[in-house]
């Protein structure tokens, strides 16, 4: 192997771990993002025809999505103290789309104590665009013990859209 093809070789792979973190810091992102109540900040997360489909409420856009920020429920949510946290994240590549799957749980603080409100499986696919990194469609479903729930979460740790 020549110097020239080892080179090209190490920054193939650095590549990949760059678009892996990238997509990583992005899902990552959102937990601090919307428990800020940074709307514009949020919205930028997805693509500008980027979808969330969160238990059957469909967000088609990133205005969709900045609404939900801003919106009542939310807003109270926030105000009453939470954590949308969610873990690390699985990534599969494939050239400029990916798609990553994680857990998800909200903690709400109530009565001097946290509590778990919900656990959920998040299925993301994502674009790379002028931009950089964006949620083309999110998917979350409750870990309620559901077939569809458990299967996003099986899609995207196989790397396939859901």
Excluded: K
């Amino acid at each position: 192997m020549t110097d020239i093809e080892r080179l090209d070789r190490l920054e193939a792979r650095l590549r990949v771990v760059e678009d892996e973190l990238a997509v990583t810091r992005l899902i990552a992102s959102y937990g601090p993002l919307v428990d800020a109540g940074e709307a514009d900040a949020t919205a930028e997360l997805w693509a500008e025809d980027g979808s969330y489909d969160v238990e059957g409420w469909q967000m088609r856009d990133r205005e969709d999505v900045r609404s939900m920020v801003r919106s009542d429920g939310h807003q109270g949510l926030i105000a009453g103290g939470c954590s949308h946290f969610l873990g690390p994240a699985h990534v599969t590549l494939s050239g400029d789309d990916a798609v990553a799957v994680c857990e998800s749980v909200l903690v709400r603080h109530r009565d001097g104590g946290y509590s778990v409100r919900r656990a959920g499986a998040n299925h993301f696919v994502l674009r790379r665009g002028p931009d950089g990194w964006r949620i083309a469609h999110r998917t979350t479903r409750a870990l309620d013990g559901s077939a569809e729930a458990r299967g996003l979460l099986a899609a995207g740790a196989l790397g396939r859209a859901s």
